[in-house]
């Protein structure tokens, strides 16, 4: 074996442990990281966005790294604005909690980021940033924070410096305190959106042209959709104009339930025709018409 294929070996079976091993991320993870592609999409190559990243042999793991590959790029938002070449991101949904044991892990997987032996000393300290994502802030734990003068305010609302936890710049951004229209994704992914806020991002899906960014704001929307539904019909009781990405969801939902609404039908006809004529269920199918490849779909709902 070659070195070459042994380091192939060796990344093909790191990828397969590293999933084996993932925790099951949270449908706010999703939309966090659709809206992290998003922002990172017009930047090409020069970023590369790595999930569940492995921080060592075995867990723990990163939400996100943000690998600048282009010393060039130059972010336009405040919360990038600490970013260096690596950037882990913890990501904390609205119903996680954020306190000083969460701070102080977080840093402690930087450190390990750095010193894990798979970079071999390739990642220096100069080069990590830190950042916490959260809706909203633990008041209790920011003004203890702020007294011991290991919390500041940053130069936006919404963002606050991290000192004496470590030497590594190190933020965490409220994404409900951000002001302005560029941050409506951020102060959307909640289960408390506001209805402007959500507008914005639909009508900066019904803008984008590329397909996988629409993808990705798809993925966005879908979860908002599921968390603030009561927002939804007042939009769509608004019929606001520009909203072709949110009537492709709204129309897949609707397909959705009639497809469900069929197939029950269909499964309480097979049942029927099985207890009338004592047949089995192939021969049920074999009445209906059923295509083969749906048999073992209805198959399997039929013994629930």
């Known amino acids: 074996m070659t070195e070459k294929e042994r380091?192939?070996?060796?990344?093909?079976?790191?990828?397969?442990?590293?999933?084996?091993?993932?925790?099951?991320?949270?449908?706010?993870?999703?939309?966090?990281?659709?809206?992290?592609?998003i922002e990172t999409y017009k930047y090409g190559n020069s970023i590369r966005l790595l999930t569940e990243e492995v921080l060592g042999e075995e867990p723990p793991r990163a939400d996100y790294v943000v690998l600048i590959e282009d010393k060039k790029v130059e972010f336009d938002k405040d919360i990038f604005k600490i970013f260096r070449k690596h950037n882990i991101l913890e990501y904390k949904n609205p119903h996680d909690s954020l306190n000083e044991r969460v701070i102080r892990k977080i840093a402690a997987y930087a450190y390990l980021y750095i010193g894990i032996a798979e970079h071999e000393g390739d990642i220096k300290a100069d080069e990590v940033t830190i950042s916490i994502f959260r809706a909203v802030k633990n008041p209790k734990l920011f003004k203890a924070m702020e007294r011991s003068g290991n919390l500041i305010k940053g130069d936006a609302p919404g963002i606050y410096i991290v000192k004496g936890i470590t030497d590594i710049p190190f933020q965490i951004v409220i994404t409900g305190e951000l002001q302005g229209e560029e941050y409506a994704a951020y102060r959307a992914l909640t289960d408390k959106a506001a209805e402007k806020d959500v507008e914005h991002i639909i009508i900066a899906a019904d803008r984008e042209k590329a397909n996988n960014l629409r993808d990705h704001y798809r993925v966005l929307i879908e979860l908002l959709a599921l968390k603030n539904p009561q927002i939804f019909e007042e939009i769509r009781r608004n019929d606001?104009?520009?909203g072709d990405v949110l009537m492709e969801i709204m129309k897949d939902r609707v397909d959705e339930k009639v497809n469900e609404k069929e197939r029950e039908t269909t499964v309480n006809h097979l049942k029927d025709i099985m207890e009338s004529f004592g047949v089995t269920v192939d021969k049920a199918m074999d009445s209906l018409k059923i295509p083969q490849s749906q048999r073992s779909i209805y198959a399997g709902l039929i013994k629930k």
Do not use: N, V, Y
């Open 240 to 242: 606001m104009d520009g």
């Open 7 to 37: 380091k192939e070996k060796i990344a093909f079976h790191r990828a397969a442990l590293k999933e084996l091993l993932a925790t099951p991320r949270s449908d706010w993870h999703t939309g966090f990281e659709a809206l992290l592609r």
